[in-house]
């Protein structure tokens, strides 16, 4: 595998979405390269980074009641 490579599939390979020949060509190149080493590992803290940002945070149960409250006398006026 190729550096040029190695900078298309980076994601796929964090994703273990790689073929298993593909995947092992992978580690076998950033075992080589540093330089591709260092890029998977940004690229893989820049995803954790990410995913915990984006994870959704539960609301509190009381605001969920009264949502739930709400949209029941919401909807029994509409009838």
């Given at each position: 595998m190729l550096c040029n490579d190695v900078?298309?599939?980076v994601y796929f390979f964090l994703d273990?979405?790689?073929?298993?020949p593909r995947q092992q060509d992978f580690s076998a190149h950033i075992r080589l390269c540093p330089d591709c080493e260092?890029?998977?590992k940004i690229?893989?803290?820049l995803r954790v980074f990410i995913i915990k940002r984006l994870r959704p945070d539960s609301a509190p149960e009381r605001l969920k009641?009264?949502?739930?409250?709400t949209f029941r006398?919401?909807?029994g006026s509409w009838a």
């Amino acid at each position: 595998m190729l550096c040029n490579d190695v900078k298309r599939v980076v994601y796929f390979f964090l994703d273990g979405s790689l073929a298993e020949p593909r995947q092992q060509d992978f580690s076998a190149h950033i075992r080589l390269c540093p330089d591709c080493e260092a890029r998977t590992k940004i690229h893989q803290r820049l995803r954790v980074f990410i995913i915990k940002r984006l994870r959704p945070d539960s609301a509190p149960e009381r605001l969920k009641q009264r949502l739930v409250r709400t949209f029941r006398a919401m909807s029994g006026s509409w009838a």
